[in-house]
């Protein structure tokens, strides 16, 4: 079963700027679209990117504009640029792998520990 690492997460101020990166134990980044989603107290996990296999991309309204999705075949990573960050956006990060960017609601593998991000006024 493919593992996922995510890592990057951290304290910051309203309005700045921070890279979650993703690996994986297989690398599947070539052949599978990859997401990355949030999960916030007291909320359900949510899709906030996604990147297909043809640079195809998804991005939730909260974030479209301000978060960007990019994956490095050749170093096995998946990241994701977040720029003026919001209160809102505090939550854990995971990362997840699907068949297509449509199809990322429903990831193919269990959950890692994921990457805490907390955003402050």
């Known amino acids: 079963q493919v593992q996922f690492v995510e890592s990057g997460g951290d304290l910051v101020q309203a309005g700045g700027s921070l890279k979650l990166s993703c690996t994986a134990s297989?690398?599947?980044?070539?052949?599978?679209?990859m997401g990355w989603y949030r999960q916030a107290p007291g909320k359900e996990r949510e899709l906030v990117a996604g990147?297909?296999?043809?640079?195809?991309?998804y991005y939730a309204p909260s974030v479209a504009g301000r978060f960007f999705i990019s994956r490095d075949n050749a170093g096995e990573t998946v990241n994701l640029h977040m720029n003026s960050v919001k209160v809102e956006d505090t939550a854990i990060y995971y990362c997840?792998?699907?068949?297509?960017?449509?199809?990322?609601?429903?990831?193919?593998?269990?959950w890692g520990q994921g990457t805490q991000v907390t955003v402050v006024p």
């Open positions: 997840n792998y699907g068949r297509l960017v449509d199809t990322l609601e429903t990831p193919l593998t269990s």
């Open positions: 297989v690398n599947v980044f070539t052949i599978y679209a």
């Open positions: 990147i297909g296999t043809f640079a195809d991309t």
